[in-house]
C-alpha cells in the first residue's frame, strides 16, 4: 500500500476557505505543480505614494529539506496585458524551508528598506496588475500570450489584479500598500486565487531577516485588542470572522513548532467565555521562520484569521496567518490548565460537517473540533492499538479498551460503519521511545490538540506518559502436517531494491525462513528495479531478486527460482523511479514453473483449451500479464499470471497482484461523512478485470481450476472491490473470512488494525490451512509495513467425504 508511505509532517496543501481577491483574472491553464521552489511573494508599489517599502521585490520560497540552487535561473515580469518580459538573473541557493529576496526597482518615496537582497533588478513592477514568472533558464519567455504558465523552462508563474496571464485564476489586485503572500503551507495548487492572498508586505531573504512594512520594528502597542481566541475559533468549525485582520489578540503560548514550513505557536486564553462550544486555543503561523516565543510567555498576536485545510477533504484548522506580529509582554505564566480527554461513543455524524452544528458530547469529531488549539491531558492510562512511528513519534491508542479488540491487542476494522471511536492520536513533540501494539501509555500524556493531513485531529504532547510493553511476540508457520502440502505466501517487501542496505534483505530473508517456514512459494509485492528510486530507464530487477534470493539461502532457505515481467518504465505507479512489480519466488524442489514463451510487459494473457471441447486448460503465456493495455491499469501494477505443477503434476494458477493505492481517498475524519473513496473507483475496474480472467478460466476448465489470487489488493474485505472480484465469494473465497472477525487484519493503519492483503482461492481448492503471520504491522521495529500470509494446500483432498484434516480453519500459525 502506498497510502502511509512519504509521511512528511510539514503539513502538506494549503486550500484557504475564504481568499481575498478584488480583481480576478479569466481562467487560465495551469503548470505542472512545483513541489521544490514557489514563488512566494510579489509587491509593486515600493517607493510610491503611501508605500513603506523603498522597493518593489519578489520573494522565493524552498519547501523543501534540502537547499536548492538558482544558478542560471531568473524571475521575469510582464505588464499585466504585456508580452514582453524583463527578467532578473539568479544565483546561489535558497535554504532548506528558506526564503529568496529579489529587489526590483525603487520608487521616489518610502522609509524602510528591504532586507539584504539577495538579487537586485530594477524591474518597476505594477503597484495593481502584473504577471511574475520563476524560470529555469535566463532567455526572457516570448511568444507564450497570456499561456506563459505552461511555457518551456517556467517553474511557477503568478497573475495578479487585471491579467489573463495566470495559472488558473488570478491573485488579488493589490496597491501600494498591499503585496500577495503565498498562503498556509507555501504548497503550489497552480490556483493563483488559491494559492494567494494580500496584505501587508513582508519580505524575507537566504538569511532569515525579515522585515515587515506594517511595523519595521515590531509590535509595540501592548494593549489588548477587542477580539478573542474564543471570537475566532465561534461555536462552530470555520471562524465566523474568516479572511478578516485582527490586533492585540492576547493568549499565553503552549508549545511552539520550529521546525519544517509549518512553523507557529499554540497560544490559549486563560479566562474562557461562558459558550462550552467555543475553543480558547489557536494556532499562530509563523510559516518557515521560527517563532520567538517559549511557552508561559503572554502574548498579543496580529495577524489575519484563515482556515488551513492540510489534504483534500480533511477539515480545517483555524488559526492566525498572513503577516504575523507578536508581541511579548511577559514571560513564565502558568499554563492553562489542561482539560481531560473524553469521547463520546459515536464518531462522526453523517453530511457536511461544516453545515452543522458542534455537539461535543454525542460525536467525537465534534469533541476535539470544540478543543481545538487547546490544553488536553490524557488523564488515564490507554492501550496502544499502533506501533510508535519513532520518525515522528507517533502512536495511536484507544479510549475504549473493549471496543472491536484483537487478540494482540490492537482494535479491528470491521466495517465503513463502524470507524473505531475510541481510537485517539499522539505525536510526542519530543519523540516517543519504541513501543509495539498492546503496550501501555500511563496517564499524563498532555499538549494541545492540532488537525494535520496524517490522522486528523492529534494531541500534539508536550509531555508524553510512560511507557510499560506489553509482550507482543512475533508469529512463526508451524511445520507442515503432511510432506505433500504446498504453502503459498504472499508478502508486500515495501519498496524492496538493489541499492538497499544488506541489512534489510537479511531481515526479510529471515522472516521467510523462519516465520514463514520457507514457503513454496512466494508472491511478492513492490520488488523495484535495480537501481531503486533512480529514474534512468532501467527496468530490470534481475539483480534485486538474486540478491533476495542469495540473502534467503545465506539465511538458510532453499534455492528459489523466480519469474517475473519487467514493466515499461515508469508506468506502474509506486515510488517515481521505482518500476514496482510483482514477482513470483518458488521452490523447484517442491514445484514447477510452466514455462510458456511470449509474455511481456504489453502482451495479455490468456487461456487456452488444449481442445476446443476439452476441459483441460493453460496460459496463452506464462509468466504473463492480465489485459496491461486496459486502462484499469493505467500507473498501477498489472497482476502477474503463472502456471505450476506440484504434487504429482497437479495444475496450479497464480494471480500475483498489486492493485492501486487509497492515496486520494478522504480521511477518516474528512469534512463530509462519510469520506469520499476515490480510489477505490479504479480498484473496482482492476478487480472486474482480474474476476474476469478467472471466470475465463473457471468456465473453460468446468470449474475444475485450481486458481490463487492473491497479494496487496488494497482494500478491505467488505468493500465492493474485494466482493466484485470474488463475486460474492462464488467464484473466489476470501481466506480472511475463514479467520474470527476480531484477526481479520494485515495492516495498521491510524490506529485501526485493518485488510488490505488478501489470498483468495477457487472452489477446485477443498482443503487447505490459512493465516496471517503478524511480523511487522504491530511492531516499531518492522522490515515492511505489511503482515505476510499464507495458505497451505493440504495434499490428499481431492476426493469425498472430505478427510477431516482437510476441512478449513486448520492452526497455521504458532501463537496468537
Known amino acids: 500500500m502506498d497510502l502511509s508511505r512519504a509521511r512528511r509532517r510539514a503539513v502538506a496543501a494549503a486550500l484557504p476557505l475564504a481568499v481575498v481577491a478584488t480583481l480576478a483574472g479569466l481562467p487560465g491553464t495551469a503548470n505542472a505543480l512545483s513541489t521544490d521552489v514557489v514563488i512566494s511573494a510579489v509587491y509593486g508599489g515600493g517607493g510610491n505614494s503611501g508605500a513603506a517599502f523603498r522597493n518593489d521585490y519578489i520573494e522565493l520560497a524552498n519547501l523543501t529539506g534540502t537547499p536548492v540552487s538558482v544558478d542560471g535561473w531568473s524571475v521575469q515580469y510582464a505588464s499585466a496585458a504585456g508580452s514582453v518580459f524583463q527578467l532578473t538573473n539568479l544565483t546561489g541557493t535558497i535554504p532548506a524551508h528558506g526564503r529568496y529576496l529579489v529587489q526590483e526597482a525603487a520608487g521616489a518615496g518610502g522609509t524602510v528598506a528591504l532586507p539584504t537582497p539577495d538579487a537586485t533588478g530594477s524591474i518597476p513592477m505594477s503597484a495593481t496588475s502584473g504577471v511574475v514568472a520563476l524560470v529555469t533558464a535566463q532567455i526572457p519567455l516570448v511568444g507564450c500570450g497570456i499561456s506563459c504558465s505552461t511555457a518551456p523552462n517556467v517553474k511557477d508563474l503568478v497573475g495578479y489584479g487585471a491579467t489573463a496571464n495566470v495559472e488558473t485564476l488570478a491573485a488579488p489586485g493589490l496597491t501600494n500598500t498591499t503585496a500577495n503572500a503565498r498562503s498556509g503551507a507555501l504548497t503550489d495548487t497552480d490556483n493563483n486565487s488559491v494559492d494567494f492572498s494580500s496584505g501587508v508586505p513582508k519580505a524575507t531573504n537566504t538569511a532569515g531577516t525579515t522585515v515587515d512594512a506594517g511595523n519595521p520594528g515590531g509590535p509595540v502597542d501592548p494593549t489588548p485588542g477587542s477580539v478573542r481566541i474564543h471570537d475566532i475559533q465561534g461555536s462552530g468549525r470555520i471562524s465566523p470572522i474568516v479572511g478578516q485582520s485582527v490586533t492585540n489578540v492576547p493568549g499565553i503560548v503552549t508549545a511552539t513548532r520550529t521546525t519544517g514550513n509549518a512553523r507557529g505557536y499554540w497560544m490559549q486564553d486563560p479566562t474562557a467565555d461562558a459558550d462550552q462550544l467555543t475553543s480558547e486555543g489557536l494556532f499562530v503561523f509563523t510559516g518557515s521562520t521560527s517563532p520567538a516565543v517559549v511557552a508561559g510567555d503572554s502574548v498579543l498576536a496580529s495577524g489575519r484569521v484563515t482556515e488551513f485545510r492540510p489534504a483534500a477533504g480533511a477539515q480545517s484548522l483555524t488559526e492566525i496567518g498572513g503577516t504575523v506580529n507578536t508581541l511579548k509582554v511577559s514571560s513564565g505564566n502558568a499554563l492553562p490548565a489542561p482539560v481531560p480527554v473524553a469521547l463520546p461513543d459515536a ?13 461535543e458530547n454525542s460525536y467525537v469529531l465534534d469533541w476535539l473540533e470544540v478543543h481545538e488549539g487547546m490544553r488536553v491531558t490524557v488523564a488515564q492510562s490507554t492501550r496502544l492499538v499502533s506501533p510508535v512511528n519513532t520518525e515522528f513519534g507517533e502512536l495511536w491508542v484507544t479510549f475504549k479498551p473493549a471496543q472491536n479488540t484483537t487478540p494482540r491487542g490492537g482494535t479491528v476494522y470491521t466495517s465503513y460503519d463502524d470507524q473505531n471511536s475510541g481510537r485517539f492520536m499522539i505525536a510526542a513533540l519530543n519523540g516517543a521511545p519504541a513501543a509495539n501494539v498492546g503496550s501501555t501509555l500511563a496517564a499524563g500524556t498532555t499538549g494541545v490538540i492540532d488537525y494535520q493531513s496524517f490522522g486528523g485531529y492529534v494531541l500534539l504532547a508536550t509531555q508524553l506518559g510512560a511507557i510499560t510493553d506489553g509482550g507482543l511476540k512475533k508469529q512463526k508457520v508451524l511445520p507442515p502436517k503432511k510432506a505433500g502440502d504446498l504453502s503459498i ?26 516465520n514463514l517456514g520457507s514457503p513454496d512459494i512466494l ?122 505443477l506440484y504434487d504429482g503434476n497437479k495444475q496450479l494458477f497464480l494471480v500475483a497482484n498489486h492493485f492501486n493505492s487509497k492515496g486520494g481517498d478522504h480521511p477518516l475524519s474528512a469534512a463530509v461523512q462519510p469520506p469520499v473513496r476515490s480510489s477505490e473507483v479504479q480498484r473496482l475496474k482492476q478487480a472486474n478485470e482480474v474476476r474476469d480472467f478467472v471466470q475465463d478460466l473457471s468456465d473453460k476448465s468446468a470449474g475444475r481450476a485450481r486458481v490463487v489470487v492473491l497479494g496487496d489488493l488494497n482494500d478491505y474485505q467488505f468493500s465492493p472491490a474485494i466482493k466484485t472480484l470474488t463475486n460474492d465469494g462464488a467464484l473466489l473465497k476470501p481466506l480472511i473470512e475463514t479467520l474470527p472477525v476480531n484477526e481479520r487484519y494485515s495492516y495498521v493503519f491510524d490506529g485501526n488494525s485493518q485488510v488490505l492483503d488478501h489470498i483468495l482461492v477457487s472452489p477446485a481448492i477443498q482443503g487447505y490451512s490459512y493465516g496471517v503471520v503478524h511480523i511487522n504491522a504491530e511492531f516499531s521495529d518492522q522490515a515492511s509495513d505489511h503482515d505476510p500470509q499464507i495458505v497451505r494446500i493440504l495434499t490428499g483432498c481431492d476426493v469425498s467425504p472430505l478427510p477431516a484434516r482437510c476441512r478449513p480453519g486448520s492452526p497455521v500459525v504458532d501463537v496468537p
Not at 347 to 359: C, I, N
Not at 499 to 505: E, G, I, M, V
Not at 620 to 636: F, K, M, Q
Open 523 to 644: 508472491a511478492l509485492e513492490e520488488i523495484q528495479d535495480n537501481n531503486g528510486a533512480t529514474g534512468n530507464g532501467v527496468v530490470a530487477a534481475d539483480q534485486t531478486v538474486t540478491k533476495f534470493t542469495a540473502a534467503i539461502q545465506a539465511a538458510g532457505g532453499p534455492a528459489y527460482s523466480s519469474r517475473s515481467i519487467d514493466p515499461n518504465d515508469g508506468t506502474d505507479g509506486g515510488e517515481p523511479g521505482g518500476n514496482i512489480r510483482q514477482v513470483f519466488l518458488f521452490n523447484p524442489a517442491r514445484t514447477t514453473f510452466v514455462d510458456r514463451p511470449g509474455g511481456d510487459a504489453n502482451t495479455a494473457v490468456s487461456v487456452v483449451r488444449a481442445r476446443p471441447t476439452s476441459n483441460q486448460v493453460s496460459l496463452s503465456v506464462s509468466p504473463g500479464r492480465i489485459d496491461p493495455g486496459s486502462d484499469a491499469w493505467a500507473s498501477s501494477r498489472k497482476p502477474l499470471v503463472g502456471e505450476f
Open 347 to 359: 464518531y462522526t455524524k453523517a453530511g457536511a460537517l461544516e453545515a452543522q452544528p458542534l455537539e
Open 489 to 514: 505466501a504472499t508478502y508486500n517487501v515495501e519498496n524492496l531494491a538493489a541499492t538497499n542496505p544488506d541489512a534489510k534483505f537479511a531481515r526479510l530473508a529471515e522472516a521467510v525462513v523462519h
